[in-house]
């Protein structure tokens, strides 16, 4: 490796550098602040190191990673959201009696897990990413030991996420045993059609990575998970960890995909249309809010999938831009019940809503933001994004796809409605856990940033062609 490779994935090695450097600081001695304040500035640095990796880039570091403006698009994405999960969960792990500092660890590999998922261009980094992803989450969700219910979404997630990984290795297995490589260039939609093989492997791939984004019928666990994971956890697995595995997606299956007409192109057609009636559909009936989101999770990969499957200049101008608004009113969402949770349980029942905007204004209104955004209402992220979606679909004759959105985004109206109808009742007076500044700073970025892409898409939109995905 040269001057100019180190250069290129130095927020890599920071990311790398930052769980060591908190581990020995814990071992000399134990520090919320310190652990907290290490973790933040490793993320920070790490997003102050782009400009070096983006004038060293593209560069392929190895067979296994790439660094070009996809991935540092996608770098950026995962670390301002993970700094955003370490400030809602800093206040959130001060009124539990658990161990704090082994949090941040967990949380910086799971990042780095993620922007490695994100630059792979090989099944093997792939894979190594995935694992230090799936690991660490494994823990985080099971994190406060004195919850059952914690406990039990932690061994739901294990064995599942086992179960998709071994699924996804004999995909591989088989791609290989056809191909010599495994590198992503392993497979082409000619082949695939013709090479019955190398069709099956990349099948139990693509269940793998249907298991890892919770897509119908693959999406059962999601609603157990976001229900008994510690709130922050919660936001972290739906956005960061699905972003990340749908970045490769893209990058592995960019022309495949493209050619809808294929199998390839047809399952994911399918999985697409019944994630968003299903995730929809199923979220109408529930009065636990993380389960909602949950449900809504399902709906929103859906979506994406539309975008996934079209063609043209429009494709990853919706797929980037959409993911980018996703994780904004996903994590702000998460990110109030967050905030409202006290130390017996998190705030995730339908009624702990109930007159929130006459007790706590301006966190209804963070709340009302992030709902609207997800509902596709203009003025926000969540509308440009779901525009984009559907012209995507539509310039490419996705016709069923665009029809399925359109209805399912009806239906979906409906459920946040009836949240945001709580939130305004009157209701008795209650005892409300105060929100910090640390809590209210990320809420306030969130809505900013909600608020600034949905009013100017330019923004985001003026850098999104120069990511080429290589």
């Not at 490769?248 to 007409?261: I, N, S, V």
Request: with cysteine; aromatic share 10%.
């Amino acid at each position: 490796m040269t001057v100019h490779d180190f250069a290129a994935i130095a927020p890599l090695l920071i990311l790398s550098a930052a769980p060591v450097a908190v581990m020995l600081v814990i071992a000399v001695r134990r520090s919320h602040a310190a652990s907290f304040a290490l973790s933040a500035g490793a993320l920070a640095a790490a997003l102050l190191c782009l400009p070096l990796a983006a004038s060293c880039s593209p560069r392929q570091v190895t067979p296994l990673l790439v660094v070009d403006a996809y991935t540092l698009f996608f770098t950026a994405l995962i670390a301002l959201a993970t700094l955003s999960v370490l400030l809602v969960s800093h206040d959130y792990l001060r009124i539990h009696e658990e161990s704090r500092e082994e949090f941040y660890v967990l949380l910086l590999t799971a990042c780095l897990g993620s922007v490695i998922v994100a630059a792979s261009r090989h099944f093997a980094s792939f894979f190594l990413g995935l694992e230090a992803l799936s690991v660490s989450l494994y823990v985080l969700i099971a994190y406060l030991r004195i919850n059952a219910s914690c406990i039990e979404a932690g061994l739901k997630y294990l064995i599942l996420a086992a179960f998709s990984s071994a699924i996804m290795l004999f995909g591989m297995a088989l791609v290989y045993r056809h191909s010599g490589t495994l590198a992503l260039a392993g497979l082409s939609p000619a082949e695939g059609a013709a090479e019955p093989a190398l069709l099956a492997g990349a099948v139990l791939i693509v269940v793998g990575i249907g298991f890892k984004l919770a897509v119908v019928p693959f999406h059962m666990w999601a609603p157990d998970i976001y229900e008994g994971a510690p709130a922050p956890v919660a936001g972290f697995v739906a956005a960061v960890s699905k972003g990340s595995v749908f970045a490769f997606l893209l990058r592995w299956l960019l022309e495949p995909a493209a050619a809808g007409d294929g199998p390839l192109g047809a399952i994911f057609t399918g999985i697409a249309v019944l994630s968003m009636f299903a995730g929809n559909l199923l979220a109408l009936f529930q009065d636990n809010v993380k389960r909602m989101l949950a449900y809504s999770s399902i709906a929103h990969m859906g979506y994406l999938l539309v975008a996934f499957l079209a063609s043209g200049p429009r494709r990853v101008m919706a797929c980037l831009f959409y993911l980018a608004a996703y994780f904004v009113t996903t994590l702000g969402a998460f990110g109030v019940i967050t905030v409202l949770s006290d130390k017996e349980r998190d705030a995730d029942a339908l009624e702990d809503y109930r007159g929130l905007f006459s007790r706590r204004p301006w966190i209804a209104g963070v709340f009302t933001a992030m709902l609207l955004s997800l509902a596709g209402i203009p003025l926000t992220a969540g509308f440009i994004g779901k525009f984009f979606m559907l012209a995507a679909g539509v310039a490419s004759g996705r016709w069923l796809l665009a029809a399925s959105l359109i209805v399912t985004s009806g239906i979906g109206l409906f459920y946040y409605l009836r949240v945001l109808a709580v939130l305004y009742m009157p209701a008795a007076p209650a005892v409300d856990v105060p929100v910090r500044p640390l809590g209210a700073f990320a809420l306030a970025a969130l809505v900013a940033l909600l608020v600034g892409l949905g009013v100017y898409p330019g923004l985001l939109t003026d850098w999104i062609p120069a990511m080429a995905i290589r």
